[in-house]
């Protein structure tokens, strides 16, 4: 395996944990807007906060990890995509700063604003919108380079069916991702009536994300075919991936143990997610980009890779403890005890 | 938009950018250590008060933090899409702080969050005093490599440019370049006195309106007694950064200093105002220069006719030196009457007129941060790598930054709003009285 490899696996593994968590905490904001909406509210909120509260800052972090890292292993993506993506990360920021800033103003100021819980909640749903155009980009066909400036082609951009694939992939996957956490949240804490609700848009938000996730394999085919082919010789990756959507969707839909359902969820998402990573490879940004170009010295990325082991080593026991108290504490969970400072 | 004023929005933006930050970084650097030590102290002495000091610290801090981490998602990311030619060749010399930065963040999120939701769950409190070291540790070591990162900016070395190629890189060498150390021990000392004195300054308010209780008398020695330290702790190293720029960065300490021509017995100029050239109406204290930039009150001191006319930073700087240089030296000065004062029962410590000085001492050191970074930033120009990269060729070609600016203001003045009117109506909904009746009522009054 060389350098670069490493590289890029390490940093597609922290932006696959992004996906997750991230997906979890927009999902669970949206629910609970519409919940609020729908009068329901009584029964989502307090699972959504138990879980949150602790955690939001860390999810965070996943993100700033991915974009440092990746202008720490290729440099020269601060170039292209710097340039490049400045409308769009723009507007991802500032959702993102007004929902994480409000998130905590909320939760340990004052509670219970009702337009503000919506704001909420549809903040969630355009910061993926706003960041998966990240992927889109990356697929080639909307940056036009004049003398060695490169700049975002909107019109191509906004006009191709491929951008509003991902886009609605992002959506529904988020909503998906989040409803079976919740699910297996909520039936560890116990409380029936969210576990259903929760089981019910699982149930439902399963099929577009399936759908869409197909829908971009055809849109690829002719949009970026390098892409595609390299697609089509691992399909057996995106079989697998397929495999376990399914597994998961029938322990849902037969209300037994939702824990080996998430399990099933972050395996099926893993899988399609590499595979797709694995495939757009060697290019960062199709086709000016490759992982080999850009990739930085060597000095740095042994400095980076020594610094990373360090890190985790340091990370890994310090999330499993947060998990031990947190997530898989049954005292915690049910509410019995509320310790917040 | 031409690319000259995609230069000018992109630094005004980066500016708004950081100065709001820090506000809300200083803070988050400082007030772990402040919460560690009330915490601390309180188990120590068995006392409630400080106990619940730390507690109602903490919850201010998480809402401090939020806009923290978040104006700080931003810069992070702000510095590659504003400035993407910059991070395309520092990338390659200095991404290994800026990676280690994101550990430390990790790890300080991480244990902030436990912190946060443990408070009760422990029958033994030290245990969970064990949790804030590593958001302190965390905290403090953000600011640590960040500043690596920025002192690399004015001091850059660790690598070599042959013909526009970039060769022999050193990530270590890059870390620990000549202006690391004092900026590092600068950068964090200030915070934690800075955030000493937000404190102080918050008792000394309450002490003022109306409350007269205890909590706050000892709340409001604790923290002058800290920010003392610190103070102290601060002016020494500011010393020797004046040292560190007369060898590394003699234009910046001309320029501050209105130092014109090289001489030596050079006096230290203080306030005043530039006219054509010429310093009117400024205090002028002998072989001071000479000291500060070599500990010698005849050493020669480079002036600004030794530099090219395009490599020196706007004389203005001098106005924000003295500003910092002020405030620092103020509160040296206050907090040590305040503290010689309680031990020696002067009278006028508890005075009114120095309680509303104490309450200003709060706010004064948030100045003199920003009055500090302006000057250290804007000293270093034209530079964004000294000596390396001049500003201009470094900034994005988009033409679309001035938008992006208002945007962001917006975002800034809405954060600031909100998080001042959350923290007022947080403290002033519980008081602390009510606080301490409350958890009597609930334990028997055996809190510890």
């Known amino acids: ?341 | 938009m031409g690319n000259e004023e995609s230069v000018f929005f992109s630094r005004l933006l980066t500016e708004m950018t950081l100065s709001f930050h820090i506000i809300y970084a200083t803070i988050g650097v400082g007030i772990p250590l402040m919460i560690m030590i009330a915490q601390w102290v309180g188990i120590k002495k068995n006392d409630e008060h400080y106990i619940l000091l730390a507690r109602r610290w903490a919850r201010g801090f998480v809402i401090t933090v939020a806009v923290g981490v978040v104006t700080g998602t931003a810069i992070g990311m702000q510095l590659s899409l504003l400035w993407p030619n910059f991070m395309e060749l520092a990338g390659n010399i200095i991404a290994l702080p800026l990676f280690m930065e994101t550990f430390a963040f990790f790890f300080e999120a991480i244990f902030l969050g436990i912190y946060l939701y443990t408070w009760d769950r422990f029958e033994n409190q030290k245990k969970h005093l064990l949790l804030l070291i590593p958001v302190a540790v965390g905290a403090s070591f953000s600011a640590v490599f960040i500043t690596i990162v920025n002192a690399f900016m004015n001091a850059p070395q660790g690598f070599d440019l042959v013909d526009g190629e970039l060769v022999n890189i050193s990530p270590l060498l890059a870390m620990f370049n000549p202006a690391m150390p004092t900026k590092v021990a600068h950068v964090v000392v200030t915070a934690y006195m800075t955030s000493a004195f937000v404190l102080a300054s918050i008792a000394a308010f309450r002490l003022l309106k109306g409350s007269n209780h205890i909590y706050h008398k000892k709340a409001l020695y604790l923290t002058m007694k800290v920010g003392l330290v610190f103070a102290i702790a601060t002016a020494i190293i500011g010393d020797f950064s004046g040292k560190y720029l007369a060898e590394y960065q003699p234009e910046k300490l001309a320029a501050a200093e209105w130092h014109f021509e090289t001489e030596g017995n050079a006096p230290l100029v203080l306030y005043g105002v530039l006219d054509d050239g010429e310093v009117k109406y400024a205090i002028k204290i002998p072989f001071a220069l000479s000291i500060l930039a070599h500990a010698d009150p005849t050493a020669e001191v480079l002036g600004l006719e030794e530099f090219p006319e395009d490599e020196i930073p706007p004389l203005y700087i001098h106005y924000l030196f003295d500003l910092m240089v002020t405030i620092g030296m103020s509160m040296v000065t206050l907090s040590a009457l305040y503290w010689l004062g309680k031990r020696l029962k002067w009278a006028f410590v508890d005075s009114k007129l120095f309680r509303w000085l104490i309450v200003l001492g709060g706010p004064a050191s948030i100045i003199a941060i920003e009055a500090g970074w302006w000057f250290a930033e804007v000293g270093r120009q034209p530079w964004i790598l000294r000596g390396l990269m001049r500003v201009e060729d470094a900034a994005t070609t988009s033409g679309d930054v001035d938008i992006m600016l208002y945007l962001f203001a917006g975002l800034y003045i809405v954060l600031g709003i909100g998080s001042i009117v959350v923290l007022t109506r947080m403290f002033k909904k519980n008081p602390v009285e009510q606080e301490l009746k409350d958890r009597h009522a609930e334990k028997g009054g055996d809190i510890l």
């Not at chain 1, 593994?13 to 009068?39: C, E, H, Q, R, W």
């Not at chain 1, 697998?240 to 998961?248: A, E, H, W």
């Not at chain 1, 590499?274 to 290019?283: D, I, Q, R, S, V």
């Open chain 1, 1 to 341: 395996m060389t350098l670069e490899i490493i590289g890029i696996t390490v940093l597609w593994t922290f932006l696959f944990g992004y996906l997750i968590v991230a997906s979890i905490d927009f999902g669970a904001g949206f629910f609970n807007a519409y919940s609020l909406l729908t009068g329901r509210q009584r029964i989502l909120t307090n699972i959504i906060q138990r879980y949150l509260s602790p955690v939001w800052e860390v999810t965070n972090v996943f993100f700033v990890f991915f974009f440092v890292g990746i202008i720490g292993f290729f440099p020269k993506t601060a170039f292209y995509y710097g340039t490049t993506l400045l409308v769009p990360a723009s507007i991802a920021l500032i959702l993102l700063a007004i929902r994480g800033s409000y998130y905590a103003f909320e939760t340990y100021g004052s509670r219970g604003h009702k337009g503000y819980s919506f704001m909420y909640g549809i903040a969630g749903l355009f910061i993926p919108a706003a960041l998966s155009t990240v992927l889109t980009i990356s697929e080639g066909g909307f940056i036009n380079v004049v003398n060695d400036a490169p700049s975002l082609d909107y019109d191509a951009l906004f006009s191709s069916p491929l951008t509003w694939a991902i886009v609605v992939l992002s959506l529904s996957s988020v909503l998906y991702i989040s409803a079976v956490f919740l699910t297996w949240y909520a039936n560890t804490s116990g409380d029936r009536e969210a576990t259903n609700l929760m089981r019910k848009y699982a149930l439902i938000w399963a099929f577009p994300t399936i759908i869409t996730a197909i829908g971009i394999m055809v849109e690829l085919s002719s949009h970026n075919p390098e892409h595609y082919n390299n697609m089509l010789d691992i399909w057996w990756a995106f079989g697998i991936s397929f495999l376990l959507f399914i597994g998961t969707v029938w322990l849902l839909f037969k209300k037994k143990n939702y824990g080996m359902a998430f399990w099933m969820l972050g395996g099926q998402f893993l899988i399609a997610f590499f595979a797709y990573g694995f495939a757009h490879l060697p290019y960062l940004l199709y086709p000016y980009l490759t992982i080999y170009d850009s990739f930085t010295n060597e000095a740095m990325a042994i400095a980076l890779i020594v610094a990373f082991i360090a890190g985790l080593a340091l990370l890994i026991p310090s999330l499993y403890l947060l998990l031990r108290l947190f997530l898989f504490n049954k005292d915690y969970v049910r509410g019995n005890k509320d310790n917040h400072a």
